[in-house]
């Protein structure tokens, strides 16, 4: 059985931050990292959503909340890499 394709148009889910709701389109291959890198942070999704959105908006030029995602993401996978 073939595996599933990486390229997949972005799915919207919702998120609470700060008790607010709202919603982020994100690829399902970084959904993925997000909850792996929820569960490697030992916190709830929606925490480490929130941490992500607090680092961004001190940002001296913040992009979106989806793109800070991925950027985070990436920093991460940079830095778990450059740490082996």
């Known amino acids: ?13 919702s998120v609470e931050i700060a008790g607010h ?3 982020i389109s ?6 993925d990292m997000l909850r792996d890198a929820a569960t ?7 925490a480490l ?5 607090a680092e961004r908006i001190r940002a001296d030029n913040p992009p ?10 990436v920093g991460a996978l940079r830095a778990k ?3 082996q």
């Open 1 to 13: 059985m073939a595996e599933p394709s990486p390229y997949h148009p972005p799915v919207k889910r």
């Open 21 to 23: 709701k709202t919603s």
């Open 26 to 31: 994100l690829e399902p291959v970084f959904w």
């Open 40 to 46: 490697h942070e030992e916190m709830p999704l929606n």
């Open 49 to 53: 959503v929130a941490r992500i959105d």
């Open 64 to 73: 979106g909340l989806a793109g800070a995602i991925r950027i985070w993401l």
């Open 81 to 83: 890499t450059d740490g």
